[in-house]
């Protein structure tokens, strides 16, 4: 299995020598991956779960990029509709272009109404807005000429360079859990990559996408990926203040590779932690134990 770290781009530990620090600290430790979250703005109702500012996705990945040379870089996930679909396109290319080929596209329709609302997003359109952008997006990517016509967006007679660096392009990770996410995942999705979900929810759903992918005659389904809250917890001591409510993995290193053995019997293949800290010191802690008492227990 591999391992990735969510980089904290919103709430509390979003500094920029936080960010830079984590990206860093994680190629050191050996992780595979990091990866950060999506917001443009935050509605007051949801500054408590989100955090009141939230650093853009791939901006943050830039400079991730500067500061690694090995991990993937990832978005867990990019809400598809809340930009112009060429733009995110370029951003996305340029990214894998600069990286040396190192982009994985998570991806989501959205869930926040009043967030969509101040960007002008459709809310009740954001799931086949998501679809029309993400085919014009592959488009620009693979075609030398590329020519899109839908509903949403338009574009003909236009050169788009650089393409990314791996092809056809980079990775698109599906996210969410619903019958929508796992059809688009079936559709095009390299992986599904859904968040803190339950060994029960992820053989459910391993299910329901091999019945989708051989209605549509996918030889292979995409590969199960996960993001999940974790908090290492050291012998004799209690988790810490920071732990939140959910679908958490919480424990001392034997119950925690216990239990991710159990993921990794439902199919997932690269696990995405976001660790539960206070404070940078404690993050920093956070990643080296799991580094050096829980990983190297990993079949």
């Given amino acids: 299995m591999q391992v990735g770290v969510w980089i904290p781009n919103c709430r509390h530990l979003a500094t920029p020598e936080i960010i830079r620090h984590t990206a860093v600290r994680a190629e050191q430790l050996g992780y595979d991956s ?8 935050v509605p007051d109702a949801n500054v408590d779960r989100i955090g009141a500012g939230i650093y853009d996705p791939l901006v943050t990945l830039a400079l991730a990029a500067g500061a690694t040379s090995r991990v993937r870089l990832g978005t867990t996930v990019l809400i598809v509709p809340y930009r112009n679909p060429v733009v995110t396109a370029k951003m996305v290319s340029s990214l894998d272009a600069l990286s040396g080929g190192r982009v994985v596209l998570g991806v989501g329709a959205g869930w926040l ?27 620009l990517w693979t075609s030398p000429a590329p020519s899109f016509a839908g509903k949403y967006t338009q574009f003909s007679g236009l050169h788009f360079e650089p393409k990314p660096v791996q092809k056809p392009h ?3 990770w599906v996210g969410g859990h619903g019958r929508a996410s796992l059809r688009r995942a079936a559709e095009i999705g390299a992986a599904w990559h859904p968040i803190n979900r339950s060994a029960a929810e992820l053989r459910a759903g391993r299910a329901e996408l091999a019945r989708l992918c051989q209605a549509r005659g996918r030889a292979a389904p995409p590969a199960i990926t996960l993001r999940n809250d974790l908090c290492v917890v050291r012998p004799g001591r209690p988790a810490g203040t920071s732990v939140r409510g959910g679908s958490l993995l919480v424990g001392e290193p034997p119950a925690l590779v216990e239990r991710i053995a159990e993921l990794a019997g439902c199919g997932v293949e690269h696990l995405v932690i976001e660790f539960l800290a206070a404070d940078g010191p404690e993050l920093d802690e956070q990643m080296a134990l799991f580094a050096g008492r829980v990983r190297p227990k990993l079949a």
């Fill in 170 to 172: 980079p990775p698109i």
């Fill in 113 to 139: 109404a009043e967030e969509s609302a101040a960007l002008g997003v459709p809310f009740a359109e954001r799931g086949a807005m998501t679809d029309e952008y993400l085919a014009a997006m592959r488009e």
């Fill in 34 to 41: 990091v990866w950060v979250s999506d917001h443009v703005v």
